[in-house]
């Protein structure tokens, strides 16, 4: 663990620490497909930062796809090996080249985990090589980092996760349309969260793999996806999701890995949750995590689930952490100037004498201030009315001028309150 | 980072690596109040298993309280330093002698590291020691280790949190129940969720101390406490809220960090969010942290708000962190018995013909197998009714006993509909 990863992390580079006089981190790449291109890329822009927060910097130093390259010699050249083929074949005789030669993996691979893990493990721990697989289970989610690693002195009781983004879709969308299943899928299908053959997604397989390998590291037991029982969606229907709404229930395709009086307990199911759990606000194709130990009650983790760039994200996160030494001087902070002024959505109430034209003369003011109005209610009281608006987002100082002006106006009757909105993150 | 964090993490110990011969791993502990106490309890019920993990047995070397023991004394015996004296004086004082001594010091507190980050990083920088405050900001949910790791490759564009406990129970009060501010406010100081001085909370300065912390890491520049403004919930009406939950929107204390084109801006204020926004869900003493970037779009973290023991939990996990050698041989995982009878709450639907004493028999039936309903909703659709009830958890075996007797009834029209059901965390 290194000193300063927690102390600093500057993402801003500070010339006399780019490194460029130390050996560079060689990365050698298995497998070009989408992940693995946007890995390359992603790799490509962040070096520079990444050599600035760990003194060295990273760089493909060779790319192995079906049609190019030689494993024997990027891993040869490589301090780190990144897998991104997929499959077990021939990913398991790589995997294990690499981690018996003392190089340190990064893989995404859950089959790979799920059916071979303790042979990996083994070798890892044979040749001191690191052997990471963030990226391997829920996406972006740092489940296992946060499990294996914040939680590494904690008794964990329970393991429940959304760890399949084309279920999730599906089901939220049964649930907000009232769609069948079948109608679920090809919208998931026709926008891109559902695969043409969806059937190690929707039978609940591939998120078996993901909670073989979370309860592997919960629970520092074996487990083989073959032993994960596991039941997927396909039989789902829109009454049963309608009849569950009138219980305050919302459905979900669980991965469940706890422990029992008598050995643990891992599997996959669709289940219903009752409105309060923190899984069950968890829609679209997002995955989360929630972990359970009496010392802590529950940390939730949610995030995108597997896209391209979430996956490479991920797995630059282990290369990054693998790269770190156990210990080094970080570079001092950049400075960076604060700002105070920026632009927010904003509420705005007022009470006003209940007369025409006074909305028409609020609206007239914060227009002349470039505030536009994205919604209002207005409501009279006696004599009065009150004026409830948000605003679309604006520099707060020209909102401020606005609401200045219009705290003067005559028929205002107190002082107008303001409050920031937050918008949505994806609108 | 070790070899083998993320691959083992059996909290089953196996007898070969308690490491019994092994030199104990000695932490030094500063205060002893109710996260002190905690930790202390947790450390000793935790010990062998962390010793399982790692290799080395973490053990009490010394506690220093107002009354008790010597700092000089306990930092010459310690590996490692947790301080949870609090504020800044003598904290700072003891924090840098440990740091400069080489020491690791684990820390959760705000103050000192919002005030005299730069002093501890530097200090920590020179003598290489490891300097650690996961529980420093937003109790358990982890995201000083998720930002200064797992995103240690990332561009930060934005970190939003609900980062203050109290204030989120107050807001969540009142929206739930219509309360004024000072009601809610009572009634969170009678729950033990305000201290009878609230100020420190409500005025915001708690939460722009966190975010302080949270823009150092996240931006990699200095943030001081005194530079970050803050608005708290004080003057918050009732009728604030309710005009916005009209609007859809729900309130919150919102910690913010942001790249500006001009700069950062961080700060803290009361905002509305639109119920899509993943803050929007988190309610009562819970905080979380939203991270956005580009590569992953944005990670939640969630979980209880600082509680003496979870606190506790979180010092622990960066002992462990710090404790980890930078390459380790990690012990064989321990087989465990993996079950798949284990006890689920579920629903039941079932198609009936409509006619007298239906329920009562599918009642019985469940009844006399141990099940016992939880809800109910009942429809008649022409001829046939349908039942879709709730049960409360019972072992599966014998819910599907019953549910396969069910299924012989001569009224009922098609195979019953079974799906699991899971409760709330806490009801």
Not at 7 to 19: D, E, K, L, M, Q
Not at 240 to 269: F, N, P
Not at 369 to 384: M, R
Request: with cysteine; proline share 6%.
């Amino acid at each position: 663990m290194p000193a300063w990863s927690c102390g600093v992390r500057p993402t801003t580079i500070s010339p006399s620490v780019t490194a460029s006089h130390t050996r560079p981190f060689r990365v050698g790449l298995l497998g070009h497909g989408t992940v693995g291109g946007a890995f390359e890329r992603l790799l490509e822009e962040r070096a520079d930062a990444i050599a600035g927060v760990v003194g060295r910097r990273p760089e493909i130093c060779g790319v192995l796809t079906r049609s190019r390259g030689d494993f024997g010699e990027i891993l040869e050249r490589s301090d780190l090996v990144v897998e991104l083929i997929g499959g077990t074949d021939p990913a398991l005789e790589y995997a294990l080249r690499c981690l018996r030669s003392g190089k340190h993996l990064v893989t995404a691979n859950k089959q790979l985990l799920s059916r071979h893990g303790e042979e990996l493990f083994e070798a890892a721990g044979e040749s001191g090589a690191q052997l990471r697989y963030e990226a391997a289970v829920a996406g972006v989610v740092p489940a296992i980092r946060v499990i294996g690693e914040s939680l590494a002195g904690a008794h964990i009781e329970r393991v429940h996760g959304i760890v399949n983004g084309t279920t999730n879709f599906i089901l939220t969308a049964m649930e907000r349309t009232g769609a069948s299943y079948e109608e679920a899928l090809s919208e998931a299908q026709a926008l891109g969260y559902a695969e043409a053959d969806p059937t190690e997604d929707v039978t609940g397989k591939d998120a078996a793999a993901k909670m073989a390998i979370l309860a592997r590291l919960a629970f520092g037991t074996p487990v083989h996806l073959d032993e994960v029982p596991c039941e997927g969606i396909e039989s789902i229907t829109a009454e049963d999701i309608a009849y569950a709404k009138e219980l305050g229930l919302s459905l979900k395709l669980i991965g469940s890995a706890e422990r029992r009086a008598d050995g643990l307990s891992v599997q996959v199911y669709p289940a219903f949750l009752y409105g309060g759990h923190p899984l069950a606000a968890v829609n679209g194709s997002f995955n989360a995590v929630t972990i359970e130990s009496p010392a802590i009650t529950e940390i939730t983790l949610s995030g995108p689930g597997a896209g391209g760039s979430q996956t490479a994200s991920a797995v630059l996160g282990d290369v990054v952490s693998a790269m770190i030494p156990p210990s080094y001087n970080p570079p001092p902070a950049e400075p960076q100037p604060l700002v105070s002024d920026v632009e927010s959505a904003f509420y705005l109430h007022v009470e006003v004498a209940d007369r025409p034209g006074v909305l028409a003369q609020v609206a007239e003011i914060l227009g002349l201030q470039g505030v536009s109005i994205k919604s209002v209610v207005q409501k009279g009281i006696g004599e009065d009315a009150r004026l409830a608006m948000v605003m679309h987002a604006v520099l707060e100082s020209r909102f401020r001028a606005a609401v200045d002006l219009i705290e003067r106006l005559d028929f205002v009757r107190a002082p107008p309150r303001v409050i920031h909105v937050i918008e949505e993150v994806f609108e």
